[in-house]
């Protein structure tokens, strides 16, 4: 089945700084999805990117399609406390109405 | 504009024990999916339903486990003669169209504990 893998698992960002997280899959993609989950929380949809190289941001947070479709990438900038959590990538299971997620970046945001 | 709607928000057992865990789609919203999520994991898919149907419970185990979502009233994921590695958080996403492309929205969640 569809697997998307996640880079790196865990993160320790000093406030202030950027950073990247990235997802990865070994087919091509049709879409791919980012949703957040603050400690304790629910997840939260962010964003869905369809088109090969297609970026779009939101504030401080950059997202990317790679151009095959087979990866994606979360830029934040400018960490702040808030963006502490754990950040979800999900593409569609091939063949099926649901999503596979991977298993999430923990960001640290040390102050 | 309530969103999805879970209880309990947590709910103890002990072992043997049945679980019922319940959860109202947003208002609008026809199609269920129920996730389970270990400390420190991602979500792990369980199963998909619309209105009276399973339209795919391949990640849900065959035994103990059920789920409906009837005609009226929320969506219940049963768990039967629980076991202390049942403890959990079961979350239920919503969307509102049929299809892999949809985002969705997710309820609080359910925090079971297995004593």
């Known amino acids: 089945g569809q697997q998307v893998m996640q880079i790196p698992q865990y993160q320790h960002v000093q406030e202030g700084e950027d950073f990247t997280t990235y997802c990865n899959s070994s087919?091509?993609?049709?879409?791919i999805q980012w949703y957040k989950q603050r400690p304790g929380g629910h997840p939260v949809f962010l964003i869905q990117l369809v088109k090969s190289g297609e970026v779009k941001k939101q504030k401080r947070l950059t997202f990317q399609f790679g151009e095959a479709k087979k990866n994606s990438s979360l830029h934040i900038t400018a960490t702040q406390t808030t963006d502490v959590g754990t950040y979800f990538c999900?593409?569609?299971?091939?063949?099926?109405?649901?999503?596979?997620f991977g298993k999430g970046n923990q960001v640290v945001v040390i102050p | 504009n309530a969103g999805v709607m879970q209880n309990p928000r947590h709910l103890v057992r002990r072992r043997g024990q049945e679980a019922r865990l319940r959860c109202s789609p947003m208002?609008?919203?026809?199609?269920v999916y129920w996730y389970r999520q270990l400390p420190e994991e991602g979500l792990k898919f369980m199963v998909y339903l619309q209105k009276e149907n399973i339209i795919d419970e391949s990640g849900m185990p065959k035994e103990r486990f059920s789920a409906e979502f009837p005609k009226e009233g929320p969506s219940i994921l049963r768990i039967q003669q629980v076991v202390r590695g049942d403890s959990a958080a079961y979350f239920c996403?919503?969307?509102?169209?049929?299809?892999?492309?949809?985002?969705?929205?997710f309820g609080d969640g359910t925090r079971l504990s297995i004593l």
């Open positions: 208002k609008g919203h026809s199609h």
């Open positions: 996403a919503s969307s509102d169209r049929v299809g892999n492309n949809q985002p969705q929205h």
């Open positions: 087919t091509t993609l049709s879409n």
């Open positions: 999900a593409a569609p299971w091939y063949g099926n109405n649901r999503l596979a």
